[in-house]
Nanobody, 114 residues
Framework: QVQLVESGGGLVQPGGSLRLSCAASGFIFAYYHMSWYRQAPGKERELVAGISGGGGQTNYAESVKGRFTISRDNAKMTMYLQMNSLQPEDTGVYYC???????WGQGTQVAVSS
């Protein structure tokens, strides 16, 4: 069955960096557009970044452009989100999502605080 497992979250100071991973299984990973979403406390889940199946096309929320980089390794069936210059407003639970028939991971918590 389809599984998406996020990892790499944690507590970081403002200006710090984290790298999130999303390990996929149960489907042909390279066939699917993948995305990162986040949900801050009391807010709706929002799109952070997306990447095409081959990795050649990416898109970002305006709030993270220039700071976050989405990538994928289809051989390892893993998607990544490199997050630099983190700010308190980046705090939330980060989820990976597979497109077409949507599947979600369980999420990984990111907290940015001094």
């Amino acid at each position: 069955q389809v599984q998406l497992v996020e990892s790499g979250g944690g507590l970081v100071q403002p200006g710090g960096s984290l790298r999130l991973s999303c390990a996929a299984s149960g489907f042909i990973f390279a066939y699917y557009h993948m995305s990162w979403y986040r949900q801050a406390p009391g807010k709706e889940r929002e799109l952070v970044a997306g990447i095409s199946g081959g990795g050649g096309q990416t898109n970002y929320a305006e709030s993270v452009k220039g700071r976050f980089t989405i990538s994928r390794d289809n051989a390892k069936m893993t998607m990544y989100l490199q997050m630099n210059s983190l700010q308190p407003e980046d705090t939330g639970v980060y989820y990976c999502k597979r497109s077409v028939v949507n599947y979600w991971g369980q999420g990984t918590q990111v907290a940015v605080s001094s």
